[in-house]
């Protein structure tokens, strides 16, 4: 019978402290939801602070990362159109040869020529051929390059040789053509950039114009291309300064045609 009492006492002894392990864990649970609940509501506030600051910050960087990358983009769409300009002046430069190839010679008697020397130093531009008077070749008589544009006038003979000098020597002086304006002119060597000279300082030039010889004092035929208008300074009150960008590169000749006609 005791020992049923002390069984009974120690059954009650046990469900209480099951009863209280339980509602101690209940007020823990919602102890914690409500610890939560606080810190949520008292975090958000400055976590969203924190973000209204940074945002915009950041937001600025990417607004420069976005110029620098229009103006990178811009700097390629700029590159691009000079190479773009570059290429339409090619394009342009050979239909010019392939019409003074298909028509501008094709009834006159034309020696080819190979370069031997070329004498370029500062104070002379001339080079040297392996045909002479042999090849009835006279002085005088006007030299193209291989695209039929004006190289120079040959100036020396002998029977298996001859000397050009070319347009940009300091002797040279070829009467000129200016297309588009109709104005005539002297295309002047001076041992580097040539010139033109004699063009009145209110005539309306531009740039890009092309230049082909003039029959002028009958020195040579008219017709031949020259080059193009590269620059025009106007800072003289009579005269126009224009610099001329020939059609051939003349400082890498090798093969030349001499017009015999």
């Known amino acids: 019978m005791k020992n049923k009492k002390i069984f009974i006492i120690a059954a009650i002894f046990i469900l209480a402290l099951a009863s209280l392990w339980s509602s101690n864990l209940s007020f823990t649970k919602s102890f914690e939801g409500s610890i939560s609940d606080k810190s949520t509501n008292f975090i958000k506030p400055l976590t969203d602070f924190f973000y209204s600051i940074t945002d915009p910050i950041t937001s600025y960087n990417k607004i420069d990362d976005i110029k620098a990358g229009n103006i990178e983009l811009r700097s390629k769409i700029a590159e691009l159109e000079v190479s773009n300009i570059q290429l339409q002046e090619k394009i342009s430069l050979l239909e010019s040869f392939t019409n003074i190839n298909s028509s501008q010679f094709e009834s006159k ?3 080819t020529a190979n370069v031997i020397i070329k004498d370029l130093m500062f104070n002379r531009k001339i080079l040297q051929l392996d045909r002479g008077s042999k090849n009835d070749v006279t002085t005088g008589m006007v030299v ?6 004006l190289v120079g006038i040959i100036t020396s003979l002998y029977e298996d040789y001859s000397y050009v000098t070319l347009i940009n020597d300091a ?5 000129i053509f200016l297309q588009s304006t109709q104005q005539t002119g002297a295309l002047q060597g001076n041992n580097g950039p040539i010139n033109i000279d004699f063009i009145s300082a209110d005539n309306s030039i531009k740039t890009g114009e092309s230049i082909i010889t003039s029959s002028l004092g009958n ?3 008219a017709g031949i291309p020259v080059g193009r208008i590269y620059e025009i300074d106007d800072a ?3 005269f126009l300064t224009i610099t001329v960008e020939p059609f051939e590169d003349l400082n890498n000749i090798t093969i030349v045609n001499i017009i015999k006609d």
């Open 109 to 111: 008697s034309i020696v």
């Open 144 to 149: 193209v390059g291989q695209s039929g544009a």
């Open 171 to 175: 002797k040279s002086s070829v009467p």
């Open 219 to 221: 020195i040579i035929p």
């Open 236 to 238: 003289s009150e009579l």
